[in-house]
T-cell receptor, first 112, second 114 residues
Framework: KNQVEQSPQSLIILEGKNCTLQCNYTVSPFSNLRWYKQDTGRGPVSLTI?????NTKSNGRYTATLDADTKQSSLHITASQLSDSASYICVVTSYNNNDMRFGAGTRLTVKP | GAGVSQSPSNKVTEKGKDVELRCDPI?????LYWYRQSLGQGLEFLIY????????KSGLPSDRFSAERTGGSVSTLTIQRTQQEDSAVYLC????????????FGPGTRLTVT
């Protein structure tokens, strides 16, 4: 079982709508959690990073939350744009040798 | 089966020297990524190869960095005229296709520039 589970696997929304992506993890001991955006044919780009003491982090229309107690994170996208169509990847890093665990990602499609 | 392999596992070099880091992706994986992880920093994307397409080089920090992927398999990351700030762990990852988010990472090469 993957130590980082993302849901949904894919999502289609209309332009202008909001959406929330989920990431649950079992990685321990926890160091940090990152959300990446990966456009098709491009490398992943970091959106946010949160450590244990942070429970929310914003980057423009992207807002990530972290509940370290329940080991859950979410990425909320506000007023979606066509350019938000991409894969969103949750990566959790452990203090054990900085071991990184990637979620399988959520593929978001924003339609006009 | 064999996973992603990288060599060398550790490299110590003097400032100003050139270094080459090698990555052997999982057989059949068409997508290959290079990342850098500096001490106390997170994952930094460097370059991405997908099949025969032109690589995405948007993450390369300077023109001292370059990478090649020969025959759609093995990749070499070259750093010319190394600087101390280049010291980091360089990670390579591969995936089945560009749309496969599951990336399989190699063990990394720890580069130390003295």
């Amino acid at each position: 079982k993957n130590q980082v589970e993302q849901s949904p696997q894919s999502l289609i929304i209309l332009e202008g709508k909001n959406c929330t992506l989920q990431c649950n993890y079992t990685v321990s001991p926890f160091s940090n959690l990152r959300w990446y955006k990966q456009d098709t044919g491009r490398g992943p780009v970091s959106l946010t990073i949160m450590t244990f003491s942070e429970n929310t982090k914003s980057n423009g229309r992207y807002t990530a939350t972290l509940d370290a107690d329940t080991k859950q994170s979410s990425l909320h996208i506000t007023a979606s744009q066509l350019s938000d169509s991409a894969s969103y990847i949750c990566v959790v890093t452990s203090y054990n040798n900085n071991d990184m665990r990637f979620g399988a990602g959520t593929r978001l499609t924003v339609k006009p | 089966g064999a996973g992603v392999s990288q060599s060398p596992s550790n490299k110590v070099t003097e400032k100003g020297k050139d270094v080459e880091l090698r990555c052997d992706p999982i057989s059949g994986h068409t997508a290959l990524y290079w990342y850098r992880q500096s001490l106390g920093q997170g994952l930094e994307f460097l370059i991405y190869f997908q099949g025969n397409s032109a690589p995405d080089k948007s993450g390369l920090p300077s023109d001292r960095f370059s990478a090649e992927r020969t025959g759609g398999s093995v990749s070499t990351l070259t750093i010319q005229r190394t600087q101390q700030e280049d010291s980091a762990v360089y990670l390579c990852a591969s995936s089945w296709t560009e749309s496969s988010y599951e990336q399989y990472f190699g063990p990394g090469t720890r580069l130390t520039v003295t």
